[in-house]
């Protein structure tokens, strides 16, 4: 009933609230006008998964309410946002989404039901990759990759947007957000020295990956890894493969020795876990999409990181082979 009642919001604001490319028209970060807040009233943020609202809450600290849409868990390409979190972001004074497609459903239907907070995408000024780039050759159904936060390189870009965009929205609290900002910058500069590290467990002939879909192009290309094949093709959850799609990614596990299939948290295993018992090799389970939770492994980005790039070695190194035993 809600799906319905949204078509007509939806073509009344087509041409209003949408680009020419059909894209929700997303702000300009840097150029959005400053809110207007009550005394005592902080700015009221709004993001669309949990990787966003942690980087954004890194940088707006104690000076913004923060919400995320997407709980912890849940498939964000696959998700819709229920009557409230449309009304949450309604009230909001920004909503920030991950941009390049993967929040797309959500954010057209938050521009469908007249949300007028502003849209900041964070990956804007990313170079996004085709599915062309990452397998030349292979057939290519369009689309790009939107997975930006799986290289931390990436989310220097996504800081530098969330630190301009509240710091537009409130320059009264600009010096706090920009101090954050490189603190976390920081942060993630070292983290891209530590995955270095934690890699060099894994020789480069051995950096091959198999993944549900094609979730791991920015961390293959940053790390030098090679995406053998996904269970699942493109960048989405929402596909299905072809039985000869399948037999094909199998043959590739066994010719090229791959050691174990990698597949996100948010993801129905079912078909992984038939491609992984045909070929009798592990399932690895990494928090590719979403945060674990509180008191879970990956409960910010940085630890989720960590914990997916210890789980990639675990199962990539030397030392793994012949361990079955999950990480
Ligand atoms: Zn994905």
């Not at 449309?86 to 949300?115: H, K, M, P």
């Not at 509240?166 to 920081?186: T, W």
């Amino acid at each position: 009933m809600w799906a319905f009642a949204l078509t007509g919001a939806l073509a009344a604001c087509i041409g209003a609230d949408r680009s020419a490319s059909g894209e929700p028209a997303l702000s300009d970060p840097a150029s959005l006008p400053p809110a207007s807040l009550a005394s005592g009233k902080r700015l009221s943020v709004v993001a669309t998964t949990s990787i966003v609202a942690d980087v954004v809450g890194a940088i707006g600290g104690d000076s913004i309410d923060l919400h995320a849409l997407v709980p912890p868990g849940v498939d964000p390409h696959a998700f819709e946002p229920t009557p409230q979190d449309l009304g949450r972001a309604a009230g909001a004074d920004v909503v920030f989404l991950n941009g390049f497609g993967l929040d797309g459903r959500l954010a057209e239907t938050l521009a469908a039901a007249a949300v007028h907070a502003p849209l900041v995408s964070l990956s804007q000024g990313i170079t996004p990759l085709t599915l062309e780039e990452e397998h030349p050759g292979g057939s290519d159904p369009g689309g790009i990759d939107p997975h930006t936060w799986l290289d931390p390189n990436n989310l220097l870009v996504w800081v530098d947007n969330a630190a301009a965009a509240l710091s537009a929205l409130e320059p009264a609290h600009a010096a706090g957000f920009a101090e954050r900002a490189s603190g976390y910058a920081a942060s993630l500069r070292a983290l891209d020295a530590e995955i270095r590290q934690m890699l060099q467990a894994v020789p480069p002939q051995d950096r091959r990956l198999v993944t549900d879909h094609d979730e791991f192009g920015y961390f293959a290309r940053r790390y030098g890894f090679t995406i053998v094949g996904t269970v699942i093709p493109g960048f989405s959850t929402g596909s299905e493969p072809s039985p000869q799609e399948l037999a094909s990614l199998e043959q590739a596990i066994r010719d090229l020795h791959v050691a174990a299939i990698f597949i996100s948290s948010v993801v129905t295993p079912d078909l992984a876990e038939r491609v992984a018992e045909d070929t009798g090799v592990r399932l690895v389970t990494l928090y590719a999409h979403s945060l674990s939770g509180p008191g879970g492994p990956a409960s910010d980005y940085l630890s989720l990181m960590r914990y997916n790039v210890a789980a990639i070695v675990e199962a990539l190194s030397p030392q793994a082979a012949g361990d079955g035993s999950a990480p």
